[in-house]
């Protein structure tokens, strides 16, 4: 199928250069017919009848399949759910936190699941600290970060696949290797730990990093809620040494947040070993918003507890006497959904396969973004957070003349270009998919540059 083909089955793309898929992908319209049809069916068969009950087991059966295949992992391992930030949720809840435990996460992670980690401290009194990994976004070592900010008593690493702000992707199978195989020897004991605060900005909330460097003594940090004129925040508190901890007798587990990653990395989740791995189908896979998914490997769902309880998790006798959880990821689902949605990502799924394999549309992705990086890169007052060329479809870059970036994003919208703002970093988030266009691409540098020499 040829890309212009490909592209009259998306009707958002009829009128305007989009740029959004790190946010939402546009729905194709075999996807739109198939939810019309789903939801039709279950009118025509009854909505609680004995039939569109057999059929609503059957379509999350093939659904799940479905992106297992994506995944390269077993059907049994994948739970639906409505988007990344439930699944996230499921595994951040589920475990059997104990005071003094503690948490990693990067400096680069949404600030809806930093929330809810801050929420985990509040409640249990763990330990929380960040690395930083948007360091690493040009030089460094991003595996060695993690590995220096380890401690004894690490329960949970907390990352993304693909970073949403940078687009930086981080090696996800060496990170689940050193927080399951940790080194003998202790973890280096001070600094490269970030203190950060949610700030409001025009509605938003974003993570904020200090002007001044990370603490450089030799203690490490941890992350403690403090209020004050209404106001919540998060700030570090001092601790000394670790020769109290307790030796570490568990692996670290990895929870990785995979909105941007699914539907544009060629994925083999358990050759990775990574734990857990939350994802959504309404971004790359240009599925319907409310699908969305989360892996549990099968060493992994052995100590995580449903946190979320409903009937399509547990199992019952004849008299509705429950009998404990399903035997696989399926019993983090809860009850109740949109099941038509089931089938619009299911073809979704499928009209990308038409297009090519996901090594194939990886590779144009890969070369888009290397196309826009490199226009966006010559021009005057713009400079791209990456000094080299994207590994993915995310390309950020800032403005060096003082111009707003919502300004900037505003103004490209009445042109019908559809980017979006970052707060932090502070910059500018354009995403190519591999059937955007070239043409599409020198439409956004022209009505970058055009307003660069307006609003001077």
């Known amino acids: 199928m040829t890309k212009d083909n490909h592209r009259q089955q998306f009707p958002a793309l009829a009128n305007k250069a989009y740029f959004n898929y790190g946010g939402q992908g546009p729905l194709p319209e075999p996807a739109l017919d198939a939810i019309y049809q789903a939801y039709k069916r279950v009118q025509l068969g009854g909505p609680f009848s004995g039939e569109v009950g057999a059929w609503v087991v059957q379509e999350a059966m093939l659904t799940r399949r479905a992106i297992a295949s994506e995944l390269t992992v077993p059907p049994e391992t994948i739970a639906l759910t409505e988007d990344v930030t439930v699944g996230c949720n499921i595994a951040l ?252 990502l299911r073809s979704a799924i499928a009209l990308q396969h038409e297009w090519g394999t996901i090594e194939e549309r990886y590779a144009e992705i890969c070369r888009l973004s290397k196309y826009l990086w490199e226009r966006l890169s010559e021009l005057p007052d713009v400079e791209c957070l990456r000094t080299s060329a994207p590994e993915a479809g995310l390309v950020s870059f800032r403005l060096t003349n003082g111009m707003p970036h919502k300004k900037l994003v505003d103004l490209l919208e009445k042109q019908g270009i559809m980017v979006r703002t970052i707060l932090n970093p502070d910059c500018v988030r354009a995403c190519v998919h591999y059937f955007t266009t070239e043409a599409e691409i020198d439409k956004l540098v022209e009505g970058v540059f055009s307003e660069i020499v307006r609003n001077p």
């Open 93 to 344: 809840w589920g475990i059997d936190w104990k005071a003094g435990d503690h948490l990693l996460l990067s400096d680069c992670e949404h600030h809806g699941i930093v929330a809810s980690v801050m929420e985990l401290q509040r409640r249990f009194n763990i330990e929380v600290s960040v690395c930083p990994l948007a360091a690493t976004l040009n030089e460094g070592d991003p595996v060695a970060v993690i590995a220096d900010n380890l401690r004894p008593n690490t329960r949970l690493l907390v990352i993304s696949h693909i970073l949403w702000n940078t687009g930086q992707v981080l090696p996800l199978a060496e990170i689940v290797k050193v927080c399951h195989e940790p080194p003998l020897t202790p973890p280096c004991q001070g600094g490269g730990q970030e203190e950060f605060s949610l700030v409001q900005s025009e509605g938003e909330t974003d993570i904020k990093p200090p002007l001044t460097p990370p603490w450089q003594g030799g203690g490490q940090e941890e992350l403690s809620r403090v209020q004050g004129d209404g106001q919540e925040d998060l700030s570090l508190i001092k601790r000394g040494g670790q020769e109290d901890l307790p030796a570490k007798n568990y692996k670290v587990r990895v929870l990785v947040d995979a909105a941007q990653s699914v539907g544009v990395l060629p994925l083999n989740l358990i050759e990775s070993g990574v734990d857990f791995y939350a994802f959504t189908g309404h971004k790359w896979w240009c599925g319907p918003e409310g699908l969305g998914g989360l892996y549990v490997s099968a060493e992994a769902l052995a100590d995580l507890h449903p946190v979320f309880i409903g009937w399509r998790g547990i199992v019952t006798d004849a008299n509705a006497k429950v009998l404990g959880w399903k035997s696989g990821a399926q019993r983090y689902e809860i009850a109740t959904s949109a099941y038509p949605l089931y089938a619009g």
